[in-house]
Nanobody, 125 residues
Framework: QVQLVESGGGSVQAGGSLRLSCAASGNTDTYYCMGWFRQAPGKEREGVAF???????RYEDSVKGRFTISEDNAKNTLYLQMNSLKPEDTAMYYCAARRPGAYCDRLWVSEFRYWGQGTQVTVSS
């Protein structure tokens, strides 16, 4: 099974940028759908951005045009470039993968089997 480790979180002022990384180990060849989720205090975990094996991407409406998901298959690393950050982006961010062979056709939390430990992003106004 795949192991996921996030990094790159931190504290920034509104309008700033951060790039999150998610290093995947194990046999990653059959993991066709990966994504980033976030969870703010007192709120449910929500999907932010997703990418499939063909490079197709999907974004939650509030981050469209500001966040970019990408992957480097040679490094087995998933990225989330976050620009024009807002205080409402403050949350714990998690990298996740669906089960092997599953595509990005079901994007709710329960459909993702593998999770990283999370990395905190704090945006101050």
């Amino acid at each position: 099974q795949v192991q996921l480790v996030e990094s790159g979180g931190g504290s920034v002022q509104a309008g700033g940028s951060l790039r999150l990384s998610c290093a995947a180990s194990g046999n990653t060849d059959t993991y066709y759908c990966m994504g980033w989720f976030r969870q703010a205090p007192g709120k449910e975990r929500e999907g932010v951005a997703f990418i499939d094996r063909y490079g197709s991407t999907r974004y939650e409406d509030s981050v469209k045009g500001r966040f970019t998901i990408s992957e480097d298959n040679a490094k087995n690393t998933l990225y989330l470039q976050m620009n024009s950050l807002k205080p409402e982006d403050t949350a714990m961010y998690y990298c996740a993968a669906r089960r092997p062979g599953a595509y990005c056709d079901r994007l709710w939390v329960s459909e993702f089997r593998y999770w990283g430990q999370g990395t905190q992003v704090t945006v101050s106004s």
